[in-house]
């Protein structure tokens, strides 16, 4: 219903502005409350870019909150700047500038590290700002005398002085921040950036810079932390030091868990919440300093029992009212025919990334002297192997032969030990893993790798996006429909594997031959000349196995394709020629007739016992 | 004016501080291994630590009674802590993990203030311990050299028991893999529970032994807890000699560099860590992946 209306969100939001100076008196908000609250939601959209949607829990933002505020307070007062606009304009940008720096050293570690040097670095913030620069930012004391903004309309001059006077300038910058944000969150990127909180090895694995992204996500906190922070010093009509402090970044985090994260107006609403709280346990109840004790509470039983917060809980209370049921699974319906008639041959060229340099004639891949060990334990020993265009391989081999980790070096996800490895006689050896997929390379998992809290054509988007856009573009601000040929490109995909009709399904909810299915989509949308596919039939019930060899059959159209899997009927019917690994070593290579012959493999898969 | 005197003084004050640091740092460190869990409440622990040792010197007057009893309390609330939450939080995100125990932390400080109100209290050292002992070529107050031997001693009985009993394999083990330690048919939540409650006594008995040195307040953890963050970083995160190595060594950064201009103490600290991550993303013993 939400997306009948456009800027339905951005028009509700401007109305709750407008509405709310006439409404929340009644309540028991002071002016300046209301105008705090605004600061926090402010401060929170970038945070909750950054955690609810991308996935990384920083304790640092005070950093680029004082940063911002102090610049443009430094600016103000002791240089007598007169733009009080231009002096948030640059606090912001120098707030971004420190937040794309720091950016640079935290991310260089994921999950529970990445939090404690956020907190680390904010740390250093607050001993610089308190000694070494107590000159410029007047160390305990802060910053005082900072004038409030006008505004010359051409006729008469706005002053937003204190109260609800500051009020109308305080939500124009709240309302130009959420519609920057809903922006953000509705573009190309922002669908990266989810991607990136479900499944950053997946995200990469389907040509995403994750790293630039992630770092993208940093400065976009950054930039609304330093926008913030300049408005606090402009309210308080003094910068205070308080704002560099790990109980900022502290309040901010429990602010935006406690009104809901990835909504981004559960800071806001965060803030309301815990400013009202503090207020009103304090005055009313007279609480004395124990208000902390008890938002600390709430702060707990919230992140134990509703973690999406308040927001996220009344989502979910509609969704339970309102739940229409997705269509069902297919029951018996002959989903082959449907997969066969989807696809013609034509459109899976279609498919095929088109690659500019001339034409190579050369095998496809080949890996020269592969060797992978894991301390003692080799993996893989000094592996020759070639597939040349449009062949369709077979690799099988016993349980521990070394096949996934061939297959990881094959695709870069990790190094070979020694050895190089060549995609249309080009070295990758040492590339990324998201690079080789944009070359045209790509694998499906053994265990499903996908973005498990979004729907099934969100996750083929997403794939289809590094297709479409490169590793990594700065596309903030465009609109995720405006992407050339996206459509196209998800559409064809989810035919391909004959999931149309389930497009809007949430994956938790998908049947397991469904989600393999997936997994081959995901590795389809990037469109690869290569396709190398790690036991795409196991754990499948008979049909399904029916389904996908179909499937296999189909994608094998117009690119190459290499398949490890344990199901010998369906290798030895699909493959041209197929290699058989053992203890790390290539063992033997050929035509499925002659593989069957094979005196060497025999014995390794039945212990010498087919030759008594 | 650095003279040698000054500069052997804060040497010894350097191991001392590293000493303490090392040991708060061991108890996050071995939690995070075992539990995968990163407890932002270890701060508060410190500090609990330190409260519960005070109550414990009001009520006997005894040091050593308020360090044995401070101690035990905290194992105890340590293990009711992982029973009653964290156990809950093994199965969720990391970024849950954090939330809760950080709120944790914010209501142990909040609980503290509310109880003992916001002012500093004080736990004299004991009276053997009082005055100074003249080294030789240096005069140096004897409850500092009685924390560090303190601090020395409980190093080496966490590493007796880490390494030395089938507790400490048990617990090893399950930093490498606690799946497949549970599947060798041992009670892993239990020993989680009893992690937990070292982890967290590490640092309450840190707390205890420093309120001779710095005044308790309820905001006394927080600093401490940032530091022990820049010590696992630099030492490497699950690992126990990597908590004692970066303990040490960030403690005579700070020492030293508070000889030359304090203001600059902490921020050194966080200079350490970064030129770590730089050149040894995942710290000077730490293993690469662990994370």
């Not at chain 1, 006729?155 to 910058?173: E, K, V």
């Not at chain 1, 559409?491 to 049947?511: N, Q, Y």
């Not at chain 1, 000349?529 to 036991?535: A, I, K, P, Y």
Request: glycine letters at 12%.
């Amino acid at each position: 219903m939400l997306k009948r209306i456009p800027y339905l969100v951005e028009i509700l939001t401007a109305v709750g502005l407008i509405a709310a100076p006439y409404l929340l008196p009644y309540l028991g908000f002071a002016p300046n409350t209301v105008n705090r609250i605004l600061v926090w939601g402010l401060f929170g959209i970038g945070f909750d870019i950054l955690f609810g949607y991308t996935g990384l829990l920083s304790f640092g933002q005070s950093a680029f909150y004082g940063t911002g505020g102090f610049v443009a307070a430094y600016l103000l007062t002791v240089l007598g700047f007169p733009n009080v606009w231009l002096a948030i304009l640059i606090g912001t940008v120098v707030a971004s500038i420190v937040g794309y720096l720091v950016g640079l050293v935290a991310l260089r570690r994921t999950g529970i590290y990445f939090a404690m040097i956020t907190v680390a670095i904010a740390e250093v913030f607050y001993f610089v700002e308190f000694s070494p620069l107590s000159e410029y930012t007047g160390g305990e004391n802060g910053l005082p005398g900072v004038p409030t903004p006008s505004l010359y309309l051409g006729f008469t001059t706005l002053h937003f002085t204190g109260g609800w006077a500051m009020y109308p300038f305080l939500a124009a910058c709240y309302f130009i921040g959420i519609v920057i944000a809903l922006r953000i969150v509705r573009s190309p990127t922002g669908a990266v950036f989810s991607a990136i909180r479900e499944n950053p090895l997946r995200a990469s694995a389907v040509g995403h810079n994750v790293h630039a992204y992630k770092l993208m996500a940093f400065v976009v906190s950054a930039v609304y932390a330093g926008f913030a922070g300049c408005l606090l010093g402009i309210l308080q009509g003094f910068m205070p030091p308080e704002a560099f402090t790990f109980e900022t970044s502290g309040q901010l985090v429990m602010q935006t868990a406690i009104g809901g994260t990835g909504t981004l107006f559960g800071p806001l609403l965060g803030a309301a919440v815990w400013l009202f709280l503090q207020d009103f346990l304090q005055s009313s109840l007279d609480f004395g300093a124990a208000w902390k004790l008890v938002l600390g509470v709430i702060f707990v039983l919230l992140v134990c029992f509703l973690r999406r917060g308040i927001i996220g809980g009344f989502v979910d209370v509609i969704a339970y009212f309102t739940a229409k049921p997705h269509p069902p699974a297919p029951e018996e319906a002959p989903v082959t025919a449907e997969i066969s008639a989807a696809i013609s041959p034509l459109a899976s060229v279609g498919l095929v990334r088109r690659r500019e340099e001339a034409p190579f004639t050369g095998p496809v891949i080949e890996a020269r002297g592969v060797t992978k060990s894991f301390g003692g334990i080799v993996a893989n020993k000094n592996i020759n192997f070639t597939v040349e265009q449009g062949e369709l391989r077979g690799i099988i081999g016993p349980n521990g032969a070394g096949k996934s980790t061939f297959f990881k070096m094959l695709t870069c996800e990790m190094p070979p030990t020694s050895g190089q490895i060549f995609f249309h006689g080009r070295d990758i050896t040492g590339l990324d893993i998201a690079s080789v997929c944009q070359l045209g390379l790509t694998k499906s998992y053994q265990v499903n790798q996908l973005f498990t809290r979004l729907t099934l054509r969100e996750n083929v988007v997403i794939a289809a996006l590094a297709e479409r856009r490169g590793k990594f573009s700065l596309d903030l601000l465009r609109r995720i429909d405006k992407v050339p040929g996206l459509d196209e490109q998800v559409e064809a995909t989810l035919g391909m594997v004959g999931l149309t009709a389930r497009a809007d399904v949430p994956v938790a909810e998908l049947a397991y031959g469904e989600k393999r299915r997936l997994e081959i989509a995901l590795a389809l949308a990037a469109s690869p000349s290569l396709l190398l596919l790690d036991e795409p039939l196991a754990g499948m019930s008979p049909r399904e196995r029916v389904e996908t060899v179909q499937l296999l059959k189909n994608i094998r159209r117009g690119r190459t394709l290499i398949v490890i899997d344990h199901d010998m009927d369906a290798i030895f019917g699909l493959a041209e020629k197929i290699t058989v690994l053992h203890d790390g070593a290539l063992l033997a290579e050929g035509t499925p007739a002659e593989i069957q012959r094979n005196k060497l493999v025999q014995e390794a898969y039945l212990g010498g016992v087919a030759a008594a | 004016m650095i003279t040698w005197a000054n500069f052997i003084a804060q040497l010894f004050n350097g191991l001392a501080l590293g000493a303490l640091l090392a040991l708060i740092s061991a108890g996050l460190t071995i939690i995070y291994g075992t539990l995968g869990v990163l407890n932002l409440a270890h701060g508060a622990m410190f500090m609990l630590g330190g409260y519960a040792g005070f109550v414990v010197f009001q009520l006997t007057g005894s040091f050593v009674l308020a360090v044995a009893g401070g101690s035990l309390f905290l194992v105890l609330v340590g293990g009711i802590i992982e029973l009653v939450i964290i156990r809950h939080f093994y199965g969720r995100p990391p970024e849950d993990q954090l939330l809760v125990t950080f709120g944790l932390g914010i209501v142990i400080v909040e609980l503290v203030r509310f109880g003992f109100g916001g002012l500093t209290r004080i736990v004299p050292p004991p009276g053997w311990a009082l005055g100074v002992t003249q080294l030789g070529f240096l005069i140096y107050p004897t409850y500092r050299l009685v924390e560090l031997g303190i601090a020395a001693v409980s190093l080496t009985l966490l590493y007796i028991v880490l390494y030395r009993t089938r507790l400490g394999m048990i617990v090893r083990a399950g930093i490498e893999d606690s799946v497949m330690v549970g599947m060798l048919g041992i009670n892993v939540y239990r020993v989680f529970m009893v992690v937990f409650g070292i982890g967290a006594m590490a640092a309450g008995f840190a707390g205890i032994v420093n309120t001779p040195v710095v005044s308790l307040t309820p905001d006394v953890g927080e600093s401490i807890l940032v530091r022990a963050f820049v010590v696992i970083v630099i030492g490497g995160v699950g690992s126990f000699p990597g908590a004692v190595l970066g303990g040490l060594i960030a403690g005579e950064i700070y020492s030293l560099t508070s000889m030359i201009d304090p203001a600059y103490s902490d921020a050194m600290l966080f200079v350490a860590m970064t030129i770590v991550l730089l050149v040894r993303p995942q710290g000077l013993l730490g293993t690469r992946g662990r994370e």
